[in-house]
């Protein structure tokens, strides 16, 4: 089994910063990919970033600039660092990724985090 356990949420001001950390554990062999994505009221989730394990990283464009994907791979931890927070960045964020369990299973899983929410006031 694996787990994806997500911290770092809250609620911040227009403007303000947050950190979201995501660490996996279980049984994992390689961590291919890990990202975060975010799923507002009524709306369908969304990628928000993506890093891989090799560093490579994809953003939403609505973040870019004002967010941050980094990885820690020897703690199989990802890091959010939100700033310029808008009030449209309100959403539950999810911490995904994309690993192999075992060295004889050569394909990735995929796993999601139970989501944190971040609220973004005016």
């Known amino acids: 089994q694996v787990q994806l356990v997500e911290s770092g949420g809250g609620l911040v001001q227009a403007g303000g910063s947050l950190r979201l950390s995501c660490a996996a554990s279980g049984s994992i062999f390689s961590i291919n990919a890990m990202g975060w994505y975010r799923q507002a009221p009524g709306k369908q989730r969304e990628l928000v970033a993506t890093?891989?394990?090799?560093?490579?990283?994809n953003y939403a464009d609505s973040v870019k600039g004002r967010f941050t994907i980094s990885r820690d791979n020897a703690k199989n931890t990802v890091y959010l660092q939100m700033n310029s927070l808008k009030p449209e960045d309100t959403a539950d964020y999810y911490c995904n990724a994309k690993l192999r369990t075992a060295i004889g299973i050569p394909w990735n899983y995929e796993y999601w985090g139970q989501g944190t929410q971040v609220t973004v006031s005016s």
């Open positions: 890093v891989t394990n090799g560093g490579s990283t």
